[in-house]
């Protein structure tokens, strides 16, 4: 394994603190790895932007990486030049994201659409949808209709499209 193979090794390692068993790899959130010499640069981006806990995870990261015996030092860096998508989440993450009662975001999502979002405890697509997301919510408690058990689910988020021809 090189060494850039084992920094992101450690990075599937790291869970984001509000989803124990998801890493942050697995959300989508490590954008780039840039090694120069004992020095791991590491770019992240923010998931959602309300979200509180990105000092968490960035202490959390470099407390990992600085862990591998090369490291010098460690420095994570979330950038706003990229805007992270649902669609980054690996299929790894989404399953895991079932696990703790959370409904991944859907695929495919193109602003403006509406979507369907199935019970992560029974698969059912028979859950209620009103008022579900706030502006600022990360995610969101919905309620399935046919197992009766609430739930969370992840509202998606896409990269802006450019209208501009
Ligand atoms: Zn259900």
Redesign the pocket.
């Known amino acids: 394994m090189n060494k850039h193979d084992e920094v992101y090794a450690v990075l599937k390692t790291v869970d984001d603190p509000e989803l124990p068993s998801v890493s942050v790899y697995d959300l989508g959130m490590v954008h780039d790895v840039v090694l120069n010499e004992q020095e791991v640069n590491i770019k992240m981006v923010p998931t959602f932007a309300g979200c509180p806990a990105l000092e968490f995870i960035e202490i959390k990261v470099k407390k990992a990486v600085e862990e591998l015996s090369w490291v010098g030092s460690c420095h994570v860096q979330f950038t706003m030049e990229h805007q992270w998508s649902t669609d980054a989440i690996t299929n790894k993450g989404k399953i895991e994201l079932k696990k703790h009662g959370i409904a991944p975001p859907p695929e495919n999502y193109h602003p403006g659409d509406k979507w369907m979002v199935n019970?992560p405890?029974?698969?059912?697509d028979y859950t209620s949808m009103e008022n579900v997301f706030g502006p600022t919510a990360c995610r969101s408690i919905l309620y399935?209709s046919?197992?009766k058990?609430p739930f969370e689910a992840m509202k998606p988020v896409v990269q802006p499209l450019n209208l501009n021809h």
Do not use: K
Request: aromatic fraction near 12%; charge should be neutral; include cysteine.
């Open positions: 019970c405890y029974c698969n059912s399935c046919a197992c058990n």
